[in-house]
Each structure stands twice: as C-alpha cells, then as structure tokens.
C-alpha cells in the first residue's frame, strides 16, 4: 500500500508519500524576502535602491510611477494570495502618505517590508493547518496516511472514489514528484 507522509503532504522530499505541493513559496525563501525587504526599507545606497525600484516597476504594469489597488491586487495573485478590495484599500490608506491613493516607491519600500512578513506568516499558518488535517486523517497516528485511510477520508462524500481511482491519484503524485 502507497502512505502518505507528512513531509509528502506538506510538500517535502519523502520518496514513499504522496505530495499535496500546496504552496510553492518555503519560509527560507519568504526569510530572504523579508530581509530584502527591511534592506530596501533602510536603503540609501543607489545600488539597493536600484533592485527596489525595479521590483516596483514589475508591480507597477502601466508605468504610472504608481502602484494602485488593481496592481496591487495583481501583484497578491502572484503570490497566491487573494485579499478582500476592503484588506487591499486598507494596505493602500494605510501607506499612501499623501492621500493621493496610489503608492509611491518610497511608500512602496516601507510597505513591501509588511508584505513579506504578512506572507511568511500566512504561509506558516497554512502548513498548521495542514499538519492538524494529517494528523486527523492520519488515524492510526503512524506518521503517514494509507490508502485505506486515505479512502476513509472520501467517506462523507455523495459518491465514493474506487480503489484504483485512490491508486492513480497517488500514483500521479508521485510521478508528479519526478
């Protein structure tokens, strides 16, 4: 029988499990994000400041010199992330210095720090949630979900998936792994 392990559920390197790749984004990368972000925050060097202005231009698509919300909507969505207009406003009024309600680079660069460790944060959030899921489905505590619990946890549902359809979606993990 194909288990799954919580390293494979999570998105890890067990060769035996099934991956659920749920996020793309690790905390080591989110880390080196946040501290980009702190570094341009506190840049006064043309170079750092260089990098920041070109990571506003890629969120900045109409070349306004401005970020506004539809951007900064489209730029949360390449972050799979998908805030509410009212959260996106609030991120708006509460960095935009003028009033003007668009985002400057200099507003931008205090922003972005917040950005980053709101991420990190909702990323480590999900993997708890993720690992609470396992461990319920995870019934007989093993450290890995079989199928025979995998099967278990389609048991609510109107129609049922059969045993070979559990076998080929395990069996597609993995070679999705390859």
């Known amino acids: 029988l194909q288990k799954v ?12 499990g099934v991956e659920f790749d749920l996020m793309d984004v690790h905390e080591e ?5 946040i501290s980009l972000a702190r570094q ?6 043309e170079a750092s400041l260089a990098k920041g202005r070109d990571l506003f231009r890629a969120i900045d698509v109409n070349d ?7 951007e900064l909507a489209a730029a949360f969505r390449t972050m799979k992330l998908h805030p509410t207009r009212d959260q996106l406003t609030y991120l708006l009024t509460k960095y935009d210095e003028n009033g003007d309600g668009e985002i400057a680079f200099d507003e931008f660069r205090f922003m972005y720090v917040e950005l980053a460790e709101l991420h990190l944060q909702m990323v480590r959030e999900q993997k ?4 609470v899921l396992f461990s319920e489905l995870d019934v007989a505590d093993s450290g890995q979900i079989s199928m025979k619990e995998l099967h278990k ?7 049922q998936p059969t ?14 792994d390859a």
């Not at 306004?64 to 539809?70: A, K, P």
């Open 5 to 16: 392990s919580p390293e494979k559920f999570l998105g890890g390197d067990d060769e035996e």
């Open 29 to 33: 990368e989110l880390m080196h994000a």
């Open 40 to 45: 341009l925050a506190s840049a006064e060097d």
């Open 64 to 70: 306004s010199g401005f970020i506004d919300v539809d």
């Open 128 to 131: 708890r949630q993720l690992r």
């Open 153 to 159: 946890m389609f048991e609510d549902l109107p129609q």
């Open 163 to 176: 045993e070979e359809q559990l076998r080929l979606l395990v069996e597609g993990h993995l070679r999705s």
